[in-house]
């Protein structure tokens, strides 16, 4: 996981959302508590961890490191959930199996938070497991609500785990001591939820998930192609077999279907009614995922094993019986037991299976290279801020006025400033540090309209639906910048990257070409993130009042 996730790590390119985690990073510590209050509550811990990572150097790479580290991580604790819940050679399986999803591999390489609330919540799932077979219920409350301070919607794993005990047929004590953990990371986790309702505004571009949706992210989770996809299905459906075992055991389908079932399923019911759906907010459930399908293969290995040994039964789940310092039943697997559970005096045969399965995903992770190298492309994601910010330096010269249309357009400058170093922002009244914003503070239609007055031309960088008015913004603001250019400027060249469109507005009446200073502050600057500058599609997000 960690060699895919540095692979082809420096893409040369920033999109939307990792842009607004690298320039809200850069700010003091002060500056980002005040942008809080007003907006992206929900990122607040992992925009202060940002800022400390930042420190040591501000770029891409960096920026992208922890993302890396953690998914390297969370396939680490995949791995040990596999061989808790069943044996050694399930968790080895399960631990590459995630490595190699390319979901996993996407996220390990984004700067934002999620692959961090992956680690977190599958961390929780292992510590769950412990707790219930005699672990620390508090330990576990700790690294979950920790996890859910990271994102708020990782508080669906406590249903996920509600359901594991309730197919393990808990005892009053679980229970407990499950409900003392959830009560704590429920009140930990009241504020972010009182204050992030006041910025829903911010999600308002979702809209509801479908069964497609749903199926979408089954296929997101057992692999893109149809060959992998209905194989891992099938090992999936196999290893639910003993979904519900002894009384008070959990067992590995009653812990992992859940967790890749549950918070998903939660979160598309609940945005029938409003609409909070983005896969990435449950990317932590994919942890379930290869836990079942491993379960499943070593099944069918034990079922080959015994057809090999002439009948022999060789059961695929045996355990031995001991209790832990708080009396609790512990289920203790051996990697290859016999049904007293001692164990196989002949290992080569287990560990040929081993290597066999090791083999087969070598063999998936082949087929399935061409997917993982697209992935590292500027194109996989939304936009492509760099590719805007290069055309911009080739055409934008000292004192030439620009305009970004709608405010979120601005991200590109604040991404990567060095385009953009001696235009000046025609609308921009205030930086986004300085006001407590994302993008800045802008003048009022008015002021607006009156520094347009004094211009000949200006460059507006803006949507390119929103220009051709296949939408109409919702913002007075917007709409006033859009009445300005279509009463007193006519559209001359015009520059086109994905989805923005770089254009340049001259006015009919005065002869264009001169270069006016225009009255107002200059473009936003921070240090540069590095050599290059970032393409940009947009999607729908695009239009919100800031990146989900």
Same mark, same amino acid.
């Given at each position: 996981?960690?060699?895919?996730? &540095?692979?082809?790590?420096?893409?040369?390119?920033?999109?939307?959302?990792?842009?607004?985690?690298?320039?809200?990073?850069?700010?003091?510590?002060?500056?980002?508590?005040?942008?809080?209050?007003?907006?992206?509550?929900?990122?607040?811990?992992?925009?202060?961890?940002?800022?400390?990572?930042?420190?040591?150097?501000?770029?891409?790479?960096?920026?992208?490191?922890?993302?890396?580290?953690?998914?390297?991580?969370?396939?680490?604790?995949?791995?040990?959930?596999?061989?808790?819940?069943?044996?050694?050679?399930?968790?080895?399986?399960?631990?590459?199996?995630?490595?190699?999803?390319?979901?996993? !591999?996407?996220?390990?390489?984004?700067?934002?938070?999620?692959?961090?609330?992956?680690?977190?919540?599958?961390?929780?799932? #292992?510590?769950?497991?412990?707790?219930?077979?005699?672990?620390?219920?508090?330990?576990?409350?700790?690294?979950?609500?920790?996890?859910?301070?990271?994102?708020?919607?990782?508080?669906?794993?406590?249903?996920?785990?509600?359901?594991?005990?309730?197919?393990?047929?808990?005892?009053?004590?679980?229970?407990?001591?499950?409900?003392?953990?959830?009560?704590?990371?429920?009140?930990?986790?009241?504020?972010?939820?009182? /204050?992030?309702?006041?910025?829903?505004?911010?999600?308002?571009?979702?809209?509801?998930?479908?069964?497609?949706?749903?199926?979408?992210?089954?296929?997101?989770?057992?692999?893109?192609?149809?060959?992998?996809?209905?194989?891992?299905?099938?090992?999936?459906?196999?290893?639910?077999? *003993?979904?519900?075992?002894?009384?008070?055991?959990?067992?590995?389908?009653?812990?992992?279907?859940? &967790?890749?079932?549950?918070?998903?399923?939660?979160?598309?019911?609940?945005?029938? /009614?409003?609409? &909070?759906?983005?896969?990435?907010?449950?990317?932590?459930?994919?942890?379930?995922?290869?836990?079942?399908?491993?379960?499943?293969?070593?099944?069918?290995?034990?079922?080959?094993?015994?057809?090999?040994?002439?009948?022999?039964?060789?059961?695929?789940?045996?355990?031995?019986?001991?209790?832990?310092?708080?009396?609790?039943?512990?289920?203790?697997?051996?990697?290859?037991?016999?049904?007293? !559970?001692?164990?196989?005096?002949?290992?080569?045969?287990? #560990?040929?299976?081993?290597?066999? *399965?090791?083999?087969?995903?070598?063999?998936? &992770?082949?087929?399935?290279?061409?997917?993982?190298?697209?992935?590292?492309?500027?194109?996989?994601?939304?936009? $492509?801020?760099?590719? /805007?910010?290069?055309?911009?330096?080739?055409?934008?010269?000292?004192?030439?006025?620009?305009?970004?249309?709608?405010?979120?357009?601005?991200?590109?400058?604040?991404?990567?400033?060095?385009?953009?170093?001696?235009?000046? $922002?025609?609308?921009?009244?205030?930086?986004?540090?300085?006001?407590?914003?994302?993008?800045?503070?802008?003048? *009022?239609?008015?002021? #607006?309209?009156?520094?347009?007055?004094?211009?000949?031309?200006?460059?507006?960088?803006?949507?390119?639906?929103?220009?051709?008015?296949?939408?109409?913004?919702?913002?007075?603001?917007?709409?006033?910048?859009?009445?300005?250019?279509?009463?007193?400027?006519?559209?001359?060249?015009?520059?086109?990257?994905?989805?923005?469109?770089?254009? #340049?507005?001259?006015?009919?009446?005065?002869?264009?070409?001169?270069?006016?200073?225009?009255?107002?502050?200059?473009?936003?600057?921070?240090?540069?993130?590095?050599?290059?500058?970032?393409?940009?599609?947009?999607?729908?997000?695009?239009?919100?009042?800031?990146?989900?």
């Amino acid at each position: 996981m960690l060699a895919l996730g &540095l692979w082809g790590l420096d893409r040369g390119a920033m999109w939307r959302d990792e842009a607004v985690t690298f320039q809200v990073a850069g700010r003091t510590a002060p500056q980002i508590w005040r942008l809080l209050h007003g907006v992206d509550a929900v990122h607040g811990l992992y925009y202060l961890l940002m800022h400390a990572v930042l420190a040591v150097h501000p770029g891409e790479v960096v920026l992208r490191l922890p993302s890396v580290c953690a998914a390297a991580a969370t396939a680490g604790l995949v791995a040990a959930l596999g061989t808790r819940l069943v044996r050694p050679r399930v968790g080895l399986w399960a631990g590459l199996l995630y490595a190699i999803t390319p979901m996993a !591999g996407h996220y390990a390489q984004e700067g934002r938070s999620y692959a961090l609330v992956a680690v977190g919540a599958t961390g929780a799932t #292992l510590l769950f497991v412990r707790a219930v077979q005699g672990g620390s219920w508090w330990v576990y409350g700790a690294v979950l609500g920790l996890t859910c301070w990271l994102h708020e919607f990782a508080v669906l794993l406590l249903l996920a785990h509600a359901v594991s005990l309730a197919l393990a047929r808990a005892g009053v004590r679980a229970w407990r001591g499950w409900g003392c953990a959830a009560g704590a990371v429920s009140l930990a986790l009241l504020p972010m939820v009182l /204050v992030s309702r006041e910025q829903s505004a911010q999600v308002a571009w979702l809209r509801e998930p479908t069964v497609e949706t749903a199926q979408g992210l089954l296929r997101t989770f057992l692999g893109p192609t149809d060959g992998v996809y209905w194989a891992c299905l099938g090992l999936a459906v196999l290893g639910l077999v *003993g979904v519900v075992g002894r009384r008070g055991e959990v067992t590995c389908a009653g812990v992992c279907l859940p &967790l890749a079932v549950v918070p998903p399923v939660a979160l598309i019911l609940a945005s029938q /009614v409003s609409p &909070l759906y983005v896969d990435r907010y449950v990317l932590y459930a994919l942890s379930g995922a290869p836990v079942l399908v491993a379960a499943g293969a070593d099944r069918v290995a034990g079922v080959v094993g015994r057809l090999s040994a002439g009948g022999r039964r060789v059961p695929a789940l045996p355990h031995s019986r001991l209790r832990s310092s708080g009396g609790t039943p512990i289920a203790l697997r051996n990697d290859c037991p016999h049904d007293d !559970g001692t164990p196989e005096r002949h290992p080569a045969p287990q #560990l040929l299976v081993s290597l066999t *399965g090791v083999l087969a995903l070598a063999l998936v &992770l082949v087929q399935q290279l061409p997917l993982l190298r697209d992935d590292r492309s500027p194109a996989r994601r939304p936009d $492509d801020l760099a590719a /805007v910010s290069r055309v911009a330096a080739r055409e934008l010269r000292a004192g030439d006025p620009v305009l970004f249309v709608p405010v979120q357009a601005r991200n590109v400058a604040l991404a990567y400033p060095g385009a953009f170093r001696g235009a000046r $922002d025609v609308a921009l009244a205030e930086g986004g540090a300085e006001s407590g914003t994302l993008y800045g503070r802008e003048v *009022g239609p008015g002021v #607006l309209s009156r520094r347009m007055a004094r211009l000949d031309r200006v460059w507006v960088l803006a949507d390119r639906d929103l220009l051709a008015g296949r939408w109409t913004p919702g913002s007075s603001a917007e709409r006033a910048k859009l009445a300005v250019l279509e009463r007193e400027f006519v559209p001359g060249q015009e520059l086109v990257q994905g989805d923005v469109s770089i254009r #340049l507005y001259v006015r009919p009446s005065r002869v264009s070409g001169a270069r006016e200073p225009l009255p107002g502050p200059p473009c936003p600057a921070r240090p540069s993130a590095g050599p290059g500058v970032r393409a940009a599609r947009r999607s729908r997000s695009a239009r919100s009042p800031s990146p989900p």
